[in-house]
Every structure is written in structure tokens, then in C-alpha cells.
């Protein structure tokens, strides 16, 4: 996405997100319970953990209610029923969709996500059918504002791939999953504060989305998937410039 900045995008992500936050500290609590049942509690030795603690923070979900998570995962007394999905498809526009589900009945989940795509103007597709298209990396970014040769130097010290200041000066570091935890932990030290950090899928290349009714039927397909309860995370390969954002809302 180099030249268009995701930093629109993250606002009105998280203007979502603090509207419905009963529903996303659901979400999140869920992938922590899990992360502790499969890895363990301690965080420095369960990546997965760490990350969802990290989203956690983020949302602002309080101390108290991370530890019974972990510790319910943790001594096994939740999540075992638990089995994690992934839903490949297509958007709007020919935009490839990717849909991690965590689940107690996949029935229910797969004819939930087969109608949100069919209501936008999408479609399921079959397993691998665009799963090639994504990596998975370690992906921070920083707000508008930042010393950019100073983060730059110290992103690249600390081991990140690359390094990209978009048009409004936003900056996106991108890394490998086994670099993330290192160069996040140099930018912190450094007092620089991300505004987004996780381990993610990246698409190699971006379909830019300029058509408003286009860009609309996508918000409208990851919205949806979004707000259902099995769902996790949602990721695509499309790039809508932010003055489309702007006209859309």
C-alpha cells in the first residue's frame, strides 16, 4: 500500500471498535483464552499470547480481566471446545478476502460468513484459493507527526524488512513474525507509540478501490463479517484511498 496510507482506515476501524467494545473484549478474551490453553500462560514464552495481550491493551481491556482469561486457558477450563477456521473468498470488485474464525460449531459459522458475503456482492471461495496471495508479518504503525530518519534508523537497527512513510507521513513497519516482538520493543524503548501493532497477513499486492459503490459494498462485507461472534479477524487486498473514505462518510 505504498503511497496510500492505512491510517484512515485505522481510525474508523477503532471509532467501530469503541462502539461496540462489549463484543470485541469478547472477541479478544476468547483469542486469549485459547493462546494460554495451547501455549501456555507465560507470555514471554507463547508469541500467540503475547500478541493477543498486546491487541488487548490496546483496546484498553482492564488487568483484572486479562489474568482470568489466562488463567481459564491456562488450567484448561476453557476453550477446549473451541477449533479455529479459516474462510476464503472474494469482495466486491474482485477484492480477495481472508476470514479467521474461532468456533463451537462450524455450521453455524460458515453458513453466517457464506451470507455476509452473499449479501455484499461477494463470494466464498475454496481453501487456498486466495491464501497465496498473503503473508504473514509483524506490522507496526505510527501516526502522522513522527521524527521519520530517527524511527527509520532504529526500525532498521532492530532487524524490521521495510519502512514506508506514506503521503500524509503516517509510517507503516513492516517485519518478519519472529523480528516483530524486537522491533516493536526498540520503537517503544524509544518512545515511539504505535497506534496499530500485531502480527498480520499482508497481501503481496494491493487492488486499489476508487469506485464509491465498490468501496461501499466492501465496508459494508467487512462490517458484517466483523460483527458476527465467530469471527476474529478479517483481511483483503484492497486499498481504498482515504478521499473515498472521506466521501463515504
Known sequence: MAGHSKWANIKRHKAKQDAKRGKLYTKLIREITVSARLGGGDADANP????AL?????????????????????????GGDVEEIRYEGYGPG???????????????????VRHAFAKCGGNMGTDGSVSYLFQKRGEIMFAPGADEERMMELALEAGADDIVVN??????????PEAFQAVKNAMLAAGFQPAQAGITLIAATNIS????????????????????????????NADIP?????ELE
Do not use: H, P
Open 48 to 51: 500467540r499470547l503475547r500478541a
Open 209 to 236: 478501490v476508487e469506485d464509491k459503490e465498490t468501496a461501499e459494498k466492501l465496508i459494508r462485507l467487512t462490517d458484517m463479517l466483523e460483527d458476527l461472534d465467530d469471527v476474529q479477524e478479517v483481511y483483503s
Open 54 to 78: 498486546d491487541k488487548a491493551l490496546y483496546a484498553n481491556m482492564s488487568r483484572d480481566v486479562i489474568d482470568r482469561a489466562i488463567k481459564r486457558g491456562a488450567g484448561g477450563l476453557e
Open 167 to 176: 503521503d500524509d507521513k503516517s509510517i507503516d513497519v513492516t517485519t518478519t
Open 242 to 246: 482515504e478521499a473515498v473514505l472521506e
Open 94 to 112: 474482485g477484492v480477495a478476502v481472508m476470514v479467521d474464525c474461532m468456533t463451537n460449531n462450524r455450521n453455524r459459522t460458515v453458513a453466517e
